[in-house]
DNA sequence: CCTTGATTTGTACGTACGTACGATCTCGCC
DNA sequence: GGCGAGATCGTACGTACGTACAAATCAAGG
């Protein structure tokens, strides 16, 4: 494993554990093994590595996303629901990191336009992803306003989710729970 | 206005435009017109200005979403769901500075026990409020499941498209696109 | 075996940071 | 009018930061 691949590795570690700035260069230098100097011989500047490390630690929670999203294969939109935010709720459990990780990446986002970019085009693809696998149709079929219609309110489910799964784990619904709200919600009389 | 007001105004701002982190000290009193040492008088430490700083901002979000939540008067369900969702993108819209202090907020709260106490509890607080005013009951007939289920995707709903706004406000949905994707997956037929 | 280019190392420079602390000011009160 | 506590100011200290750069090392090719 190359000094570069240690830094990636170190800086994604730190960030989770102490957050993109107060992160210092000669931290990434310890926790990966390289030498203060590599960063700036392998990325140019601490800064870039912590932002090359922030894209990746959140390419890995979208991916998580979508394919546990892929995994569901039941008949119904409310089953497919039921699964979905089961397993989600389950993974968001036992990988706190990667939900810190993403959270310090929105952080980030409202400063660097990099990171803004890579994450409004992630969370494009999952929303239609997700849009797709609820309606168990090929992505190509949607149209788009499908997609900014169930893809962002499957994609603001998940998130929210994600962010109360990062709060405080304990408080997170159970599927079953999430399709009787969702059937709440959707109730066209007076309660 | 005394220096410490300024201070705590300054130090909102400056979280919004730099972030925790980059703030610095100097920062703080250029932007408020205080002295460099009133930071230490006022606050102890630059630290605990900006974590004062972030909890007020965070709080004034919540206090956003509540009273738009309180104000929709709807009798069916669904139609509430509408209005709140409008009332509540529009929010987003105009008010990018808070959503982006709250990102803030999320991303310190990973290393902060206080900032996360505070923020669990305004989460669980936001999610019973929710629930409640989309019953249009009092919050005080809810049960705990309610508040789980309902609570939870109310505020997951929220949260969610509020990152969407942070991240990409064009993509946001309507209010009417919301509530067709919640019948898409309440349905119980297949597609 | 020597050269050459890509890495890794050691180190030091300049800078900007947070904070401490004493001096100075403000102003209600005796 | 002076006293004293609370607030503000000026400044300097020690530190830790990011980065530059030259030296050392390594890996292949001729």
């Given at each position: 494993m190359s000094q570069r691949d240690d830094l990636l590795a170190?800086?994604?570690?730190?960030?989770?554990?102490?957050?993109?700035?107060?992160?210092?260069?000669?931290?990434?230098?310890?926790?990966?093994g390289a030498h203060l100097a590599s960063?700036?011989?392998?990325?140019?500047?601490?800064?870039?590595?912590?932002?090359?490390?922030?894209?990746?630690?959140?390419?890995?929670?979208?991916?998580?996303?979508?394919?546990?999203?892929?995994?569901?294969?039941?008949?119904i939109p409310a089953e497919r629901l039921r699964i979905c935010v089961d397993a989600l709720v389950a993974a968001m459990?036992?990988?706190?990191?990667v939900l810190v990780?993403?959270?310090?990446?929105?952080?980030?986002?409202?400063?660097d336009n990099d990171i803004r970019e890579v994450l409004t085009t992630a969370t494009a693809e999952t929303?239609?992803?997700?849009?797709?696998?609820?309606?168990?149709?090929?992505?190509?079929?949607?149209?788009?306003?499908?997609?900014?219609?169930?893809?962002s309110v499957l994609h603001a489910l998940v998130a929210g989710l994600s962010l109360q799964a990062f709060l405080d784990p304990e408080s997170l619904p159970t599927g079953d729970q999430v399709v009787r709200a969702v059937r709440i919600l959707a109730g066209d009389q007076p309660d």
């Open positions: 170190g800086a994604k570690k730190l960030l989770v554990e102490k957050g993109y700035h107060r992160t210092t260069a000669r931290d990434l230098a310890a926790a990966s960063i700036g011989y392998h990325f140019g500047s601490k800064d870039a590595l912590m932002t090359t490390a922030t894209l990746q630690a959140q390419g890995e929670w979208g991916d998580t996303i979508d394919t546990t999203m892929a995994a569901s294969g039941a008949e459990a036992g990988q706190r990191e990780a993403s959270v310090q990446a929105y952080a980030q986002a409202a400063f929303r239609a992803t997700m849009a797709a696998a609820s309606l168990d149709i090929d992505p190509q079929e949607l149209d788009a306003e499908t997609v900014r219609g169930l893809g």
